[in-house]
């Protein structure tokens, strides 16, 4: 299982950017998937996660700003990024595992950069 981020990109200070996760193969209706990120010399952070059930959570730091969302269909997972701010700025990563974690994959990382 392969899983295939894109999406990121320069943007300034309040802009949008929406990321995609390409994920065949896996079942959402069974897996948790999630977007993590990590910045120049921090630790890998759970940005929001998505339950196979379809309940969501988001880091207090993205609330309001930010929205998971999947397409089951299309075994595609989004993170809308709106009023994006400097410390935005990370390699955002998407996250797909089983409830046990016995099953976990990652994605290559997509870059997104905010100019102040």
């Known amino acids: 299982v392969q899983l295939q981020a894109s999406g990121g990109g320069l943007v300034q200070a309040g802009g949008s950017l929406r990321l995609s996760c390409a994920a065949p193969g896996i079942a959402f209706v069974v897996y948790n998937m999630g977007w993590f990120r990590q910045a120049p010399g921090k630790q890998r952070e759970l940005v929001a996660g998505i339950a196979s059930g379809g309940s969501t959570n988001y880091a207090d730091s993205v609330k309001g700003r930010f929205t998971i969302s999947r397409d089951v269909a299309k075994n595609t997972l989004y993170l809308q990024m709106n009023s994006l701010k400097p410390e935005d700025t990370a390699v955002y990563y998407c996250?797909?595992?089983?409830?046990?974690?016995?099953?976990?994959?990652w994605g290559q990382g997509t870059l997104v950069t905010v100019s102040s």
């Open positions: 996250n797909a595992h089983s409830w046990n974690k016995a099953y976990e994959y």
